[in-house]
């Protein structure tokens, strides 16, 4: 069965880095391309930054582009963010999910069809 | 960013009742919509991708329908554990943008 699970999660202080990992099992992770999600608590889902399945191709939200950076280690099941010049509006539950396509050939899927647990980030002083 | 509009905010049902959630994105979308359910606590889950196909292993009380800009979300009957906040997620435009999810609750 699929499994993605996260960690790194932490307080950290404002400015500082932290880096999140998410092991997967279950599935051929070197096909499908990984995405990070965050949630603000209690507030609703946001979309972080994606890699495709090789790696080649990075998209990510404005909100992060240019101090977040995702990648991946296909020989190691693991996907990585690694977030830096931390802000207060960072703090969330950051999950790492699983895309899927329904159309062949496609190097993205955009459809979040597994989710890890979700690890915490507290940026605070 | 395509922005979505999810409908009510919050829902309170009975039992058995049929519950309907509307989605409105801010342009055409075709069918790139997917619903997922969250339980407080939990990862979000999928329930419905590209507007109508219902996941493997999700119920068939869950159901969607709708292209374009506007979308919906029905449960037929309600049961006690579909309590849960749901969301819609456009995937048509980078980058791919969630509604600000219905929470569900039992009356």
């Known amino acids: 069965q699929v499994q993605l699970v996260e960690s790194g999660g932490g307080v950290v202080q404002p400015g500082r880095s932290l880096r999140l990992s998410c092991a997967a099992s279950g599935f051929t992770f070197s096909s499908y391309g990984m995405h990070w999600v965050r949630q603000a608590p209690g507030k609703g889902l946001e979309w972080v930054a994606v890699i495709s399945y090789d790696g080649s191709n990075k998209y990510y939200a404005d909100s992060v582009k240019g101090r977040f950076t995702i990648s991946r280690d296909n020989s190691k099941n693991t996907l990585y963010l690694q977030m830096n010049s931390l802000r207060a509006e960072d703090t969330a539950v950051y999950y790492c999910?699983?895309?899927?396509?329904?159309?062949?050939?496609?190097?993205?899927?955009?459809?979040?069809?597994?989710w890890g647990q979700g690890t915490l980030v507290t940026v605070s002083s | 960013d395509i922005q979505m509009t999810q409908s009510p905010s919050s829902l309170s049902a009975s039992v058995g009742d049929r519950v309907t959630i509307t989605c409105q994105a801010s342009?055409?979308?075709?069918?790139?919509l997917n619903w997922y359910q969250q339980k407080p606590g939990k990862a979000p889950k999928l329930l419905i991708y590209?507007?109508?196909n219902l996941e493997t292993g999700v119920p068939s009380r869950f159901s969607g329908s709708g292209s374009g800009t506007d979308f919906t979300f029905t449960i037929s009957s309600l049961q006690p554990e579909d309590i849960a906040t749901y969301y819609c997620?456009?995937?048509?435009?980078?980058?791919?943008?969630f509604g600000q999810g219905t929470k569900l609750e039992i009356k």
């Open positions: 342009q055409d979308i075709s069918n790139y």
């Open positions: 997620q456009q995937y048509d435009n980078l980058p791919p943008t």
């Open positions: 590209d507007a109508s």
């Open positions: 999910a699983k895309g899927r396509s329904m159309v062949r050939g496609v190097i993205i899927g955009w459809i979040f069809d597994y």
